[in-house]
């Protein structure tokens, strides 16, 4: 900058002689800013030198500055809004297997769900070419790690129990 070499300066007339303002200090300090400081006036090396050309320049740039700050701010509410209705969206969980061996009471273990609260689907898979019906129940009092399917009739054709356990918060 070359204007370093001479500094900005504050030019206030003197505090007349008979300057005596009475009552608190606000109105005391406003009768100053009243009486002395507002005659003063603000010296700034080389402020002269700026065109009005380029003071408008400078003022459309501080407002297409604010335009884009504006339009970051629109963007930050936008991407808040939307990691919220990500952060509410359900989480699902699932576990899944096969059952190779079919018995009368079938005992299904897996890792835990978060709660017993869960939906169960069995779907039997076998060699045939029609289908056998078979029934298969799911005996209550399924906890947060297993189930148990009891099998009341389980076709020959009917080789594997295939089942899926999902939990939604």
């Not at 018995?103 to 890792?111: E, H, K, R, W, Y």
């Not at 939906?119 to 069995?122: A, K, T, Y």
């Given at each position: 900058?070359?204007?370093?070499?001479?500094?900005?300066?504050?030019?206030?007339?003197n505090v007349?002689?008979d300057?005596?303002?009475?009552?608190?200090?606000?109105n005391?300090?406003?009768?100053?800013?009243?009486?002395?400081?507002?005659?003063?006036?603000?010296?700034?090396?080389?402020?002269?030198?700026?065109?009005?050309e380029?003071?408008?320049?400078?003022?459309?740039?501080?407002?297409?500055l604010?335009?884009?700050?504006?339009?970051?701010?629109?963007?930050?509410?936008?991407?808040?809004?939307?990691?919220?209705?990500?952060?509410a969206?359900?989480?699902?969980?699932?576990?899944?297997?096969?059952?190779?061996?079919?018995?009368?009471?079938?005992?299904?273990?897996?890792?835990?769900?978060?709660s017993?609260t869960y939906?169960?689907?069995?779907t039997?898979?076998?060699?045939?070419?029609?289908?056998?019906a078979?029934?298969?129940?799911?005996?209550?009092g399924q906890?947060?790690?297993?189930?148990?399917?009891?099998?009341?009739?389980?076709?020959?054709?009917?080789?594997?129990?295939q089942?899926?356990a999902?939990?939604?918060?």
């Open positions: 900058m070359d204007n370093q070499d001479s500094n900005p300066q504050i030019i206030i007339p007349p002689d300057f005596c303002p009475s009552g608190d200090w606000r005391i300090f406003q009768t100053f800013i009243d009486t002395v400081l507002i005659n003063g006036t603000v010296n700034i090396p080389d402020l002269s030198d700026l065109s009005p380029a003071i408008a320049q400078l003022t459309t740039d501080v407002s297409n604010q335009t884009e700050v504006n339009d970051i701010q629109a963007d930050i509410v936008t991407i808040e809004a939307n990691i919220t209705a990500l952060l969206r359900p989480i699902i969980t699932v576990r899944t297997g096969v059952i190779d061996t079919i018995t009368s009471s079938i005992n299904v273990a897996f890792a835990a769900l978060p017993a939906g169960v689907s069995i039997p898979i076998g060699t045939a070419t029609s289908a056998a078979g029934k298969y129940i799911l005996q209550t906890t947060t790690t297993g189930f148990t399917i009891l099998v009341s009739d389980n076709p020959a054709t009917v080789t594997q129990l089942w899926t999902t939990h939604t918060n």
